[in-house]
């Protein structure tokens, strides 16, 4: 694999594990709008919400407990990815020591 097309998937590969954490992130910490205080008015398309640094924030997406499936998927398209990431890095480092022996060796 030439190494533009390496560096072009790891790159890609970073900005996908970036959008897959501050979609499980809060996840995690999502609620039923059943559990929203009566003083705070939601959407009405909110499913959940979490609180942000002081601020409710409110998603689309049900809880964990609800669609546990579609949160499985995203955790494990995570995992996926970094460790894609770091196998690509591993073999692109090893690659890399290996050219430069040969050329030390001639």
Not at 26 to 51: H, N
Not at 79 to 100: E, K, N, P, V
Request: charged share 15%; net charge positive.
């Amino acid at each position: 694999m030439p190494r533009w097309l390496n560096n072009l998937l790891m790159i890609i590969g970073v900005f996908a594990l970036f959008y897959l954490f501050f979609v499980i992130a809060p996840w995690l910490d999502a609620s039923p709008i059943s559990e929203l205080p009566p003083e705070v008015v939601p959407p009405e398309w909110a499913r959940t919400f979490y609180v942000n640094h002081g601020e409710y924030s409110f998603r689309r997406h049900g809880t964990i407990r609800e669609q546990p499936y579609c949160f499985a998927a995203h955790v494990i398209a995570f995992f996926t990815i970094f460790f894609c990431l770091l196998l690509a890095d591993w073999r692109f480092r090893r690659l890399r020591s290996r050219s430069a022996t040969q050329k030390n060796s001639l």
